[in-house]
């Protein structure tokens, strides 16, 4: 079965400290795609990272990185001096390529709330 | 920048009504997806175009839910009848290709109540 996991339904964190959202995932598949995704209040789901299965080094953007634990499934997203405008919801998803990499299997979520 | 459009951006509807949404993905993207999101949960796949085709449905309520995309641009997603666990929202993205990994650019959501 593929499934992602979020065990953290919020989070809190200050401005400009970094905060870690925990990600792991179960799947049979030797290839697949992690991501994570921002859903602000108004809806949209933003899309911040990618990490592939065979991909040797960790993923960045910015102040976005990945923390790729392959032999434990997890993937975890770590943000680096946190900003108010990172308060969202976090969603980390998943895609294989049985299916062309194209269906996302998302997450429950979890909340982000920056405080000043 | 370009981006995803949807409307309306909100629709409040009686159960048994139909309603229906559209989705305008980024020109030039011939994969379009729905995803339906209720509340508390992540998005969940409803249906997946490739152009003009249907590569995956196998989550859409067929008896009550339909998705076209006539000429492989925008797409409509109907809903008729609604029930009151239809209550969610409902996000369109597009990609470039269907083939290796493509970034997913999503619209802004319909928010639908059924009452």
Known sequence: AQKITQTQPGMFVQEKEAVTLDCTYDTSDPSYGLFWYKQ????????????GSYDQQNATEGRYSLNFQKARKSANLVISASQLGDSAMYFCAMSHMNTGFQKLVFGTGTRLLVSP | E????????????EKSQAVAFWCDPISGHATLYWYRQILGQGPELLVQFQDESVVDDSQLPKDRFSAERLKGVDSTLKIQPAELGDSAMYLCASSRTSGGVNEQFFGPGTRLTVL
């Open chain 1, 40 to 51: 602000p209040s108004s809806g949209e789901m933003i899309f911040l990272i990618y990490q």
């Open chain 2, 2 to 13: 370009a981006e995803v459009a949807q409307s309306p951006r909100y629709k409040i509807t």
